[in-house]
């Protein structure tokens, strides 16, 4: 079987994308989608993402990680699988679509910037290393300083498997804030098992706990990550609620193919 893939990048987070409307989506096994995510035998990326058709939206975000499994909401994919669907012609300005926590909105800003809407975030489990979150995926944030001297694979993935964290464990962000509402970040990501160079719901969970822990009336984040710069907004509720969060940033078209499975 040919597939013809295209490969975009939010940040330097990177994704192969799959028209698959006319594919059948169980052709996708964990074994596929590993073998294409694979970085020296396969494709290389850092997930997969799949167009399908949607009955309650413009269309649905089947959304893998690069181990095979499918995975949870993923913020700079929902960005890039709306630069993927302007490419093929599906929305122009905007679009709504369908991921796994839901529907969400996302628009063109021209200049090769995107943004989705995210999730409202009700729960912030504060607890004493740091704080636990779900914007669409479970993160773990924990403030630190110097970043470049965090041992990012070997320090994540100890936490990521602690068995506080239940049986499917937790994405794993070090994130150091500085006054001027930029917060520099750096992800080590279950499902690809390493660190990545960004991460769209650990920079929403940035930004949130960031407002948490110290408190202050901003509600718009820049968030440096290894691959570029992400911007969070959102809005406050009597300051547990957080709404109307919108994750923004560049997304870049890398090269298309096929490739026989």
Known sequence: MLIPFFKYHGA???????????FVISDFSEKVVNFLCDRHFGIGSDGLI??????????????????????TMCGNGGRCITAFAEKLGLVKESTEFLGIDGLHQAKILGGGQYSIKMIDVINVDRMADGYLINTGSKHFVKFKQD????????????????????????????????NDNKISI????????????????????????????????????????????????????????????????????????????
């Open 50 to 71: 799949l167009l399908t058709e949607s009955d309650k939206a413009d269309f649905r975000m089947i959304y893998f990680n690069s181990d095979g499994k499918e995975g």
């Open 12 to 22: 330097g987070n990177d994704f192969i994308m799959i028209d698959a409307r006319k």
């Open 147 to 178: 970043l470049e001297l965090i041992d990012v694979y070997n320090d994540g993935r100890l936490i990521r498997h602690q068995g506080r964290f239940g049986e499917d464990g937790t994405n794993v962000n070090f994130i150091e804030y500085t």
């Open 186 to 261: 750096r992800t080590f990501e279950r499902g690809v098992e390493n660190e990545t160079l960004a991460c769209g719901t650990g920079s929403v969970a940035a930004a949130i706990t960031t407002h948490l822990n110290y408190p202050s009336e901003s509600k718009s984040y820049i968030i440096n990550a290894r691959g570029g710069q992400l911007k969070v907004e959102f809005e406050v509720e009597e300051g547990v609620k957080f709404s109307n969060i919108w994750l923004s940033g560049p997304v870049e078209f890398v090269f298309a193919g096929e490739i026989e499975l």
